[in-house]
């Protein structure tokens, strides 16, 4: 998720039969190491790097920049008044409710689990059930998805011919590759099919980017896949060459302390996904600065760049020998456009959709039974494509998936409604909202004649999810080319929109960035 969210309620009044108890509630958790402002106006910091922007992205580059290369020095500053950027943790404790309003979890690679211990979080870890099924709402019917490959054959998702043609595909009998730069749908359906495409794959893109697939490219939004054909001429003869490779290049032994996850999951923390950015706030101390607007930079007449901030103190300008800009692509286009108006262009050219995050909860016997595995609503969640006349994008099991979400006896459901194929929901009141998430439930999962759902938050992100469309790459080369040719080195980009959307890749990208600082740091010492 992208932005503040928009106000609660907005004057707007939630009908009786779903009104519900402390919709205003939201996480303002701050952890107590972020320090306050220089009481002085017009003081002056120095830093070897300022990392605008406290969401997750930034926090992790200044976490790495300390810990995998010694580079201290750091100031990150955030506009709001919190870290944590669209990660937004909620619990009622007197009730036993925990949810998330923005990322919901993220894929334990490596990288992550690496930052979630360093920051002192290896025992707040919980990973979800690597076996629990995850669901597609076909034809009025909630079916299981394959986990892998060769579990294919044997689920009613697809026909014989729709797996047929995606075994085909996948060995390289399809069309060839058109010459140019294809969108997730014109890929998907050259080398496995419609049938992938219209019941695995679009839903699948409405979950993680809340996107339209006939737009969305496939190179920048799935690069390993679009990797796969390119090396190997044919997805399965990608994934051979891959493994030959990996074989010969073994990767180095994998750091003893991180946990070791089973199978295919996802992770959160015990008391949610703002456990991390609070723990990175905490470690950094007085470097994280909150309620700090930028409000221009200036190349510095001896190296590096002077950065004005408005803080609830006064005015104060920074020193930096580099800068990263970790903040959403349209916000940094302002700020940079006195700089280059080439770099600001290409920047305000990402395409941020809205996208509403509905927090519900029903009684466990409001579930259908034909929903239930074992007497329980077990599973990651639904997904719903956009051709079966439901509005809701997915929906989330947030109680089944991880420990101590909801009380015993309720399931609480997260479900995800909006993005660039319905962004009409930016003029919905948030009762509209939520009768519409109620309304596509009570169509696949909960008895139509349940009782009504207790609606536990309602967030609106007006600009969400960064969409890596068609020619995204290029926009993004395009940035950083022009503030090369302005001689503007030290200066970079980073953020969702430059590494990916997802939250791992964030932390991905910020250990990236941090590497790509330090070199520059290491070269500047010397000029």
Known sequence: MATAASPLLNGTRIPARLRHRGLSVRCAAVAGGAAEAPA????????????????????????????????????????????????????????????????????????????????????????????????????????????????????????????????????????????REE???????????????????????????????????????????????????????????????????PKPPRDARLPK???QTVASFRKGLAMLPNAITSSLGSKVKLSWKLTSITKSDDKGYVLEYETPEGVVSVQAKSVIMTIPSYVASNILRPLSSDAADALSRFYYPPVAAVTVSYPKEAIRKECLIDGELQGFGQLHPRSQGVETLGTIYSSSLFPNRAPDGRVLLLNYIGGATNTGIVSKTESELVEAVDRDLRKMLINSTAVDPLVLGVRVWPQAIPQFLVGHLDLLEAAKAALDRGGYDGLFLGGNYVAGVALGRCVEGAYESASQISDFLTKYAYK
């Open 183 to 249: 969108s997730v749908e014109e890929f998907v359906r050259r080398n496995l099919g419609a049938e992938v495409f219209e019941r695995l794959i679009e839903p699948f893109c409405s979950g993680v980017y809340a996107g339209d697939p006939s737009k969305l490219s496939m190179k920048a939004a799935f690069g390993k896949v679009w990797r796969l054909e390119e090396t190997g001429g044919s997805i399965i003869g990608g994934t051979i060459k891959t493994i030959q490779e990996r074989s010969k290049n």
């Open 40 to 179: 002085s106006t017009g003081a002056r910091l120095s830093a070897d790097c300022v990392v605008v922007g406290g969401g997750i992205s930034g926090l992790c580059t200044a976490q790495a920049l300390a810990t995998r290369h010694g580079v201290g020095d750091v100031l990150v500053t955030e506009a709001r008044a919190r870290p944590g950027g669209n990660i937004t943790t909620v619990e009622r404790p007197e009730e036993g409710y925990l949810w998330e309003e923005g990322p919901n979890s993220f894929q334990p690679s490596d990288p992550v689990l690496t930052m979630a211990v360093d920051s002192g979080l290896k025992d707040d870890l919980v990973f979800g059930d690597p076996n629990a099924p995850r669901f597609v709402l076909w034809e009025g019917k909630l079916r299981p998805v394959p986990s892998k490959p060769a579990d294919l054959p044997f689920f009613d998702l697809m026909s014989i011919p729709g797996k047929l043609r995606a075994g085909l595909g996948a060995l390289g009998i399809r069309p060839p590759p058109p010459g």
């Open 261 to 263: 996850p089973k199978g």
